[in-house]
């Protein structure tokens, strides 16, 4: 799927054309550029490599830097591959062009990170029992976790507390509501995971 | 460019700027928007009391409470929704607070704000 790396900006909110609210997303989306292009010949695959981002050269490795050379640019911040692009070739720029107002795509983000959390705002529990009454330290607990002798195991992947966000997530099917080239902009409706000014990925 | 100053510039260039006239919290007003009934369109008119305005830029809100019967209704406009038409400023009123939830719980006499009075000069 072709797509392009952004950052998000930030969330506000525009008015359709009936008038109704659509709480939206605002990403800067690239403007990319080709750093490397694999071929089902020597890579076994085709895809595109973008780079998008500043990246001091002082802070970039040797080995890196003669491969933002071979695209003849700048060092760039990020790399994240691509399929089903054509017709590129090394040092192309992708910008937010390739997408269409009324589109739909997904946005590809690192969730925020919110530590090791327990059942209740990890995974929704309701804790266990009353807080009055006499009962005492159950309020967010998670319960039982299995029954006794049979199965005498608890369960692969049963809910429990565990570091919570900070991971990949993809928010699927937002619609593309405006694509401001001029600026390297677009608007999406609804979120998109991340806290603003992180890096995410947006394909078609 | 920072965060802030694109999200601005966004609402600037594609959410419109309505000319509102300066209105707060305990003033009262006349609200007049449009509703779509069906393919129809018609304005009404929804009079109370302010009890606050909130966010900035084009997502700010304001709500107004009036009482209706002897039962307090509450409706949060957006300021830059397409269906306001116009706002109306009825009463100043003098509040210390920029939002006046305890008005809420006010009836009767109590549920009475004092007039800001102006000085003309």
Known sequence: MPGIIGRKVGMTSIYSAEGKILPCTVIEAGPCVVTQVKTQDRDGYDAVQLGFGVRKEKNTPSALKGHFKKANTDPKSKLVEFKGFDNLNLGDVVTAEIFEEGEYVDVIGTSKGKGFQGVVKRHGFGGVGQSTHGQHNRLRAPGSIGAASYPAKVFKGMRMAGQMGNKRITAENLQVLKVLTDKNLIIVKGSVPGANGSTVTIQK | ?121
């Open chain 2, 1 to 121: 460019m920072s965060n802030n100053v694109i999200i601005r510039e966004i609402q600037n260039e594609l959410v419109e700027r309505k000319e509102l006239p300066n209105f707060g919290a305990g003033d009262t007003i006349i609200v007049s928007y449009k509703i779509k009934e069906g393919n129809k369109e018609r304005t009404q008119l929804f009079q109370g009391v302010v009890i606050q305005r909130r966010g900035e830029g084009s997502t700010e809100t304001f709500t107004v409470r009036k009482m209706s019967g002897n039962v307090g209704v509450e409706r949060i406009f957006p300021v830059s929704s397409p269906f306001l038409e116009s706002i109306q400023i009825v009463k100043k009123g003098a509040v210390r607070r920029a939002r006046i939830f305890y008005f809420r719980e006010r009836t009767g006499k109590s549920a009475r704000i004092k007039e800001k009075r102006s000085f003309a000069k």
